[in-house]
């Protein structure tokens, strides 16, 4: 029997983080279904997820869908069975109990405040330093027009511009109006475009009070963004499709960045030759994962 909610994974070679991302899903008390696409794993996930949790719905990938492709498998697949809800949860992402009916409970108050057409959002903290990690976004007030700022979730409800999506719920009217993450993107931005596409159609986004459980940030040692790597590295890793390759990164600029949007474009380039070690604190270079 079909569920009302339809949680939307993808995974790449770590079954342990994976399995216990699905280990604390299965302990909320909200009844749902999941859809996750397994990218090509070799360390044996789909088996470990078919031991555990014979229920979930396993697609497969190529080993080519990093996040964004495999997250809009798995979503495609959802969407074509109708579901009232869908929740987005990155595969690091340990929920905290009752978070399902806590994210529902939300959504059902602002539909009752005309806002059906709205995405709630859930914040994530570092398991060990308990500093926030991934959420909601509002646009940079600074000049820099692509910089998307973490919003601190508060005892409140608060509005937002777009999401970093570990934990994101979408009703069926956003899906309708928006459809799925854009096949643009590959591995970053998929998230930050939908939300803004969102907004632009109507919809609403909103970040829950609290925080929904916990997910480690991403590091970025030995990325693009790290000053102890030596320049050819870092311009060799800005261009690649965990960076900022230019197809996606131009899509992204000229849908979001205004009539300057090419100014824009530069500055990743920019500081991945200089430097930039504020970077590391940037939720806007953060890496899915």
């Known amino acids: 029997m079909k569920q009302p909610l339809a949680v939307i994974m993808t995974c790449y070679n770590r079954r342990d983080i994976t399995l216990a991302c699905l280990r604390a899903l299965y302990q909320q008390t909200k009844p749902f279904d999941v859809y ?3 990218d090509g794993s070799s360390d044996g996930t ?7 949790y014979p229920q979930v719905h396993i697609l497969k990938g190529n080993g080519n869908l990093f996040w964004v492709g495999g997250m809009r498998l798995a979503f495609a697949e959802a969407m074509q069975r109708g579901y009232e809800y869908y929740l987005w949860l990155n595969d690091d992402t340990i929920l905290e109990s009752g978070i ?8 059902r108050d602002l539909s009752e405040h005309s806002h059906s057409s709205s995405i709630v959002v859930g914040s994530t903290k570092d398991p060990l330093t308990g500093k926030p990690t991934y959420g909601g976004a509002v646009r940079s007030k600074r000049w820099y027009s692509n910089k998307f700022e973490f919003l601190e ?28 993450l854009d096949a643009a993107f590959i591995h970053s931005f998929g998230d930050l475009d939908y939300g803004l596409r969102a907004r632009k159609l109507g919809c609403s986004i909103w970040v ?3 925080y929904v459980g916990t997910c480690t940030k991403n590091s970025v040692r030995n990325s ?30 000229s849908r979001h960045s205004g009539p300057f949007w090419f100014a824009y474009w530069f500055l990743p380039y920019i ?4 430097g930039y070690k504020n970077l590391a604190a940037s939720p806007t270079f953060a890496e899915k994962t």
């Not at 789909?46 to 555990?52: E, P, Q």
């Not at 790290?226 to 992204?252: A, H, I």
């Not at 500081?271 to 200089?274: E, L, N, S």
Request: include cysteine; charge should be neutral; charged fraction near 20%.
């Open 153 to 180: 979730p508060s005892e409140l409800l608060q509005e937002c511009d777009t999401m970093y999506g570990n934990c994101v719920l979408i009703s069926q009217f956003v899906a309708r109006k928006v459809g799925n």
């Open 36 to 38: 996750l696409t397994d």
């Open 271 to 274: 500081r991945a030759v200089i």
């Open 208 to 210: 829950a009070p609290g």
């Open 46 to 52: 789909s088996d470990a997820i078919k031991a555990s």
């Open 224 to 253: 693009w963004a790290d000053t102890d790597s030596p320049l050819l590295e870092r311009l060799k890793k800005v261009v690649q499709v965990k960076g900022f390759p230019f197809k996606p990164w131009t899509v992204f600029c």
């Open 100 to 107: 399902l009916e806590h994210l529902l409970a939300i959504h």
